[in-house]
């Protein structure tokens, strides 16, 4: 880790390091996985990282967990639209609803 050129344990002893430097990022080396780079304001990047702190993840770890997150949502929403639709096209039929309806009832105590 360098911090302003320097190494960091020079910087922590000259000074210069401003930030937490107990805070660490571990790049997570996966044949199977790129770097990317995204852009984000300045308060979603402190309260990602106060997240990541947290949780006890890295950076990496937490966006990717969210990212997975949020598509799962998408898909779900997807499938919950595709179905909406095609009940709308061809909707239940009276006696269709009436034969579920007598197979989710409660038993007589």
């Known amino acids: 880790?360098?911090?302003d050129g320097l190494p960091?344990?020079?910087a922590l002893s000259a000074g210069h390091v401003?930030?937490?430097?107990?805070?660490e990022y571990n790049v997570e080396q996966d044949r199977h996985m790129e770097t990317v780079q995204i852009v984000l304001?300045?308060?979603?990047?402190h309260a990602t990282d106060q997240a990541a702190r947290r949780t006890k993840?890295?950076?990496s770890a937490l966006v990717r967990?969210?990212?997975h997150e949020h598509l799962r949502?998408?898909?779900v929403r997807a499938r919950e639209e595709r179905d909406r639709e095609g009940y709308s096209r061809q909707p239940q039929t009276h006696e269709e609803s009436h034969l579920?309806?007598?197979?989710?009832?409660?038993?007589?105590?």
């Open 1 to 3: 880790m360098v911090a």
């Open 8 to 10: 960091v344990i020079q």
């Open 18 to 23: 401003t930030r937490d430097p107990h805070v």
């Open 41 to 45: 304001d300045k308060k979603l990047l």
């Open 57 to 59: 993840q890295n950076r």
């Open 65 to 67: 967990e969210a990212l």
């Open 73 to 75: 949502g998408l898909e």
């Open 100 to 109: 579920w309806e007598a197979e989710a009832a409660w038993p007589a105590e």
